[in-house]
C-alpha cells in the first residue's frame, strides 16, 4: 500500500552519465514534485507538476528534465551528471492549492551519488 | 538571507522532559505553516500544521507569531522514538503547493 515510491533507491555512476528516476503516487493527487537534498539537509524544490503540467520550475540547471506521462507519474531525467548532483532526490505529491490541501508526501528518497 | 532560519541543535533532552524550539520566516505573505519530521536517512513526514490560534496534537504543541515571524514547536513528556530532525516549513497558498524547508532542528532524547 505504498503511496509514493521512487526508484531506485541508491544509485551510483560515473561523472558525464545520464540516468533517470522513477516516481510513482497511488494516493489520487493531482501534484507532484522533486526536491533536492544536498549534504547540508536543505530540502529545495526543483520541479512541481500539476497535472502533467509543469507549474513550478526553480532555478535548475537544464540537464535536469522532468517528465510527468500521467498525473500519477514524474520521473526525472539528469542528464552529463557531475559530482555536485550528488544528494537524496525526494519525490512528493499533494492535492493541488489551498491551505489544508498542501500537506506533501514524499516518496523514500533516491541516493545518487556521482563519482 | 535564508527563507526558513533553524538552531540545528541537536537538542540534547532527557525522557520525560519537555523540549521547545523555533523558526523564523522572512516572507510575511507566507499563508501556510507546518512542522514536518525526518529521520535518520528516511523521508519527511507531516508531523502537524500550524495555525494561527496555536494547535495541539498529543504532547506536540505548535505556535505561530505572525508579528514576529516565528514558529514553535513544544514537545512534552519526550520519548525515545521523538529523536530526529523537525523541520519548519513555510508555504504560499498561491503558489502551487511550494514549501519552503528549513534544514531542520536535531532532537534527541536520551534514557
Known amino acids: 500500500d505504498t503511496a509514493v515510491s521512487q526508484t531506485p533507491k541508491y544509485l551510483v555512476t560515473q561523472m558525464g552519465n545520464d540516468k533517470s528516476i522513477k516516481c510513482e503516487q497511488n494516493?489520487?493527487?493531482?501534484?507532484m514534485y522533486w526536491y533536492k537534498q544536498d549534504s547540508k539537509k536543505f530540502l529545495k524544490i526543483m520541479f512541481s507538476y500539476n497535472n502533467k503540467e509543469l507549474i513550478i520550475n526553480e532555478t535548475v540547471p537544464n540537464r535536469f528534465s522532468p517528465k510527468s506521462p500521467d498525473k500519477a507519474h514524474l520521473n526525472l531525467h539528469i542528464n552529463s551528471l557531475e559530482l555536485g548532483d550528488s544528494a537524496v532526490y525526494f519525490c512528493a505529491s499533494s492535492l493541488p492549492g489551498g491551505l489544508d490541501t498542501d500537506t506533501q508526501y514524499f516518496g523514500p528518497g533516491t541516493r545518487l551519488t556521482v563519482l | 538571507r535564508k527563507e526558513v532560519e533553524q538552531d540545528p541543535g541537536p537538542f540534547n533532552v532527557p525522557e520525560g522532559a519537555t523540549v521547545a524550539f523555533n523558526c523564523t520566516y522572512s516572507?510575511?505573505?507566507?499563508?501556510?505553516f507546518f512542522w514536518y519530521r525526518q529521520d535518520c536517512r528516511k523521508e519527511p513526514k507531516l508531523l502537524m500544521s500550524v495555525y494561527s490560534s496555536g494547535n495541539e496534537d498529543g504532547r506536540f504543541t505548535a505556535q505561530l507569531n505572525r508579528a514576529s515571524q516565528y514558529i514553535s514547536l513544544l514537545i512534552r513528556d519526550s520519548k525515545l522514538s521523538d529523536s530526529a530532525t523537525y523541520l519548519c516549513?513555510?508555504?504560499?497558498?498561491?503558489?502551487?503547493?511550494?514549501?519552503?524547508f528549513g534544514a531542520g532542528t536535531q532532537v534527541v532524547v536520551t534514557p
Open positions: 494516493l489520487g493527487h493531482d501534484t
Open positions: 516572507n510575511s505573505a507566507s499563508q501556510s
Open positions: 516549513v513555510v508555504g504560499e497558498t498561491d503558489s502551487w503547493g511550494k514549501l519552503q
